[in-house]
């Protein structure tokens, strides 16, 4: 089993940045798909950004690109979501996820992180 564990979350206002971390335990996920989910009150979780080991690239939605980078470190099993001049909109509750096919680009992840709250005031 593969759990994960997110940190960094918190207040913030526009146009301010945040860095998420996600620690991993148990199997190494060197060869796992990483992403990084979003979830706001009343809303669908969406997806916000991912990195794939078969390739190496990295993907994002829309909404964050060119503002969020995600990177790994596998040596130390932990992948971070860096958060850069962040809006309202972009409150949520950011979820960590692993899933071990190493190409994967769907949103049925595997296995996933409790979440941390991310909150932009205006």
């Known amino acids: 089993q593969v759990q994960l564990v997110e940190s960094g979350g918190g207040l913030v206002q526009a146009g301010g940045s945040l860095r998420l971390s996600c620690a991993a335990s148990?199997?190494?996920?060197?060869?796992?798909?990483m992403g990084w989910f979003r979830q706001a009150p009343g809303k669908e979780r969406e997806f916000v950004a991912s990195t794939s080991w078969s390739d190496g690239n990295t993907y994002y939605a829309d909404s964050v690109k060119g503002r969020f980078t995600i990177s790994r470190d596998n040596a130390k099993n932990t992948v971070n979501l860096q958060m850069n001049s962040l809006k309202p909109e972009d409150t949520a509750v950011y979820y960590c996820?692993?899933?071990?096919?190493?190409?994967?680009?769907?949103?049925?992840?595997?296995?996933w992180g409790q979440g941390t709250q991310v909150t932009v005031s205006s």
């Open positions: 996820a692993a899933d071990p096919r190493s190409g994967f680009r769907g949103n049925e992840y595997d296995y």
């Open positions: 148990g199997r190494t996920f060197s060869r796992y798909t």
